[in-house]
């Protein structure tokens, strides 16, 4: 019952700028963490970066120093940005929540762990 989409993937070159949006749909009234993460071919997905409702940040190692990360609390999204980009940021890049909303049946309902279905970010030389 709710969802979020991720946007702003695609094929770019090393030290390119990349930009991803999240957008949370459905009855929402309160998400607390969220965050980017992503997964290489044969790798396991690793932590990007995290932002917590009140805006702490976190950033994984590979992306230190590259990476922002911003919220909008008012349009229940999420962004991203990295540069310069490297080889090694090719990656699924998925949106994580977790979110507070009212169901169909009109209760509070807490899901933690939504994902977006990820957006392919292909970096090239």
């Known amino acids: 019952q709710v969802q979020l989409v991720e946007s702003g993937g695609g094929s770019v070159q090393v030290g390119d700028r990349l930009n991803l949006s999240c957008i949370a749909s459905g009855n929402i009234y309160r998400i607390d963490d969220m965050g980017w993460y992503r997964q290489a071919p044969g790798q396991l997905r690793e932590l990007v970066a995290t932002?917590?409702?009140?805006?702490?940040?976190t950033y994984g190692d590979s992306v230190k120093g590259r990476a922002a990360i911003f919220r909008d609390n008012t349009k229940k999204s999420l962004y991203l940005t990295l540069a310069p980009l490297e080889l090694g940021d090719t990656a699924v890049y998925s949106c994580n929540a977790d979110i507070f909303y009212r169901s169909s049946n009109g209760r509070d309902t807490r899901q933690r762990n939504v994902w977006g279905q990820g957006t392919q970010v292909t970096v090239s030389s």
């Open positions: 932002v917590t409702s009140g805006g702490r940040e």
